[in-house]
Each structure stands twice: as structure tokens, then as C-alpha cells.
């Protein structure tokens, strides 16, 4: 085996993506943008990963690499290896994870802080009411980056959803994303007080958004047809911003847009309103 250190241009990249002849893998599309958003902020590094040829000069590893260096039209420094063998045993390696990451960096309760991190980027991009996430819009770089910068905030809101019967996670995304988006000092008490009344439902009246929220969170933990996870997150959202905003509940439901012309059959969620 030969090795060497290559900074690849992209019209270099387009030469060895040539040799890609005998790859049974497709191209991952995320996987690509993802590369491609790495490549032009600058994020990619020089780390010892390899972009492999076997002894016939055929690309056997590298090829996500290869065009995301072509479509960022930033060029790729690299290690680069020659007659390899041994196809078969590539790729067994496992990747380290976001939260696996954190928790390195010294951050408390990093798989919860990790999703947190996630959901409440998902939400800034306009993902909530979206059954998908689209989570490959992010890359790990930035997940982190974001994670470290308000570790403070969101350990305090992860630490305040202790006990509600409900996922810390989402929770955590929306007291995260309503206590930034409204500018009254008493944000904290909403929050301290939404999850007091989620864990014991004391001192509520019948008009309570959280009352009914509540309600949903009790009675779907013994149905036999659970709500979903989408669904849940649209009625903790719309129960939070009553909430805020002080609206009478007499009924917690989603509106709904359709179904209409274009959509005939799904139908859009609508929460935030």
C-alpha cells in the first residue's frame, strides 16, 4: 500500500471519480449535503480518513467525499492510498456521536442536551410542524457548536422539565425557543409555573390550556392508539402559547388547512397560530 498527502482540486476530484467503476453504493444525499456545507465553511480538516484506490487504480472509498469537493468548488487535503486490499473489512468502524462528543467536552447530561440541540435547530428552520425533520440541513460541527454556546440555557431548561409525564426533549425545544422569542421578564416563572401545573395539575380551571394538555399526556398514556410524537409536539406548542398569550382553552385542537386542491388528502397542522 502507498500513502501519501493530497490537496485535491475539484477538477482533480472530477479525475478520480472517473475511476468509481465498481461502487455498488448510490449516492446518500444528506450524507452529500452535509460535506458540501462542511467544505465551504471551512470545517473540513486534515484527519488521517483515507481516499482509497485497489490495485487495479478503481475508487473504493472516498466518493461522497470526492463530489462534495466538486460541488463546493473548494478543494480537498486529504490522505490518499493506493493498492488497497481487503474491500470486504472497510467501513466497520463506528462513528462518534454528537452526544458522545459533548459529553467529552465536559458538558452534563449530553445525550439529552445533544437532542435538545437538535430539535430546537430543527425548529429554527422551520421543521416543527413538519413530520420530517430533515435533520442532514445540519452537520455534526454545528450541532456542537451550537450545543456548547448555550449549554447554560439549555441545561436549565432541560433541568426544569424534570417529572411533566412528558418528552424532555420536546419540552425542553419549546421553553428554549418561547422564553428567547418573548421579551417579558417573567419568562422564567411561565416556565417554572407550566411545569408545576403539568406535574400535579393543581390550582388549574377548567379554561387552562395546560389543564387540557395535561389531559391528552394522562389519557394517552393508557391508549391503546397513541398519539404520535408529531401530534404531541403540535399540542404541547399550541398549549404553550395559549398559555403566553393568556387565551381560554375550552378544548385543545389542531386546526386544520385541508385537504385542498393540491393536497387533497394530507392535511397540514397548523399550531403556531
Known sequence: MITRVE???????????KQNTGNFRSIDNSRLDRYVKEMKSGNWKLTGDTIKFDSDGMLVDGQHRLVACVMSKCSLTTVVAENCQGMEYMDRGKPRTVSQWLKHLGIKNAANIASISKSVLCHDAGLWKHRSWGMNMYTDSEQIAFAVEHNKRLQD???MTYGCNVS???????????????????????????????????????????????????????????????????????????????????????????????????????AND
Open 7 to 17: 490537496t485535491i482540486s475539484p477538477e482533480r476530484a472530477e479525475e478520480y471519480l
Open 157 to 159: 431548561v432541560y433541568n
Open 168 to 270: 424532555r426533549t420536546l419540552l425542553g425545544t419549546i421553553f428554549f425557543v418561547g422564553s428567547l422569542n418573548h421579551d417579558s421578564p417573567n419568562d422564567s416563572d411561565t416556565l417554572v409555573w407550566y411545569c408545576n401545573a403539568l406535574r400535579d395539575g393543581s390550582n388549574l380551571s377548567e379554561r387552562d390550556p395546560v389543564l387540557h394538555f395535561r389531559n391528552r399526556i394522562i389519557s394517552n398514556s393508557s391508549a391503546i392508539n397513541k398519539v404520535t410524537n408529531f401530534m404531541m409536539r403540535q399540542l404541547c406548542t399550541l398549549s404553550w402559547n395559549m398559555t403566553v398569550k393568556g387565551l381560554p382553552c375550552s378544548q385543545l385542537s389542531l386546526k386544520l388547512t385541508g385537504p385542498k386542491a393540491q393536497k387533497p388528502i394530507n392535511q397540514i397542522l397548523i
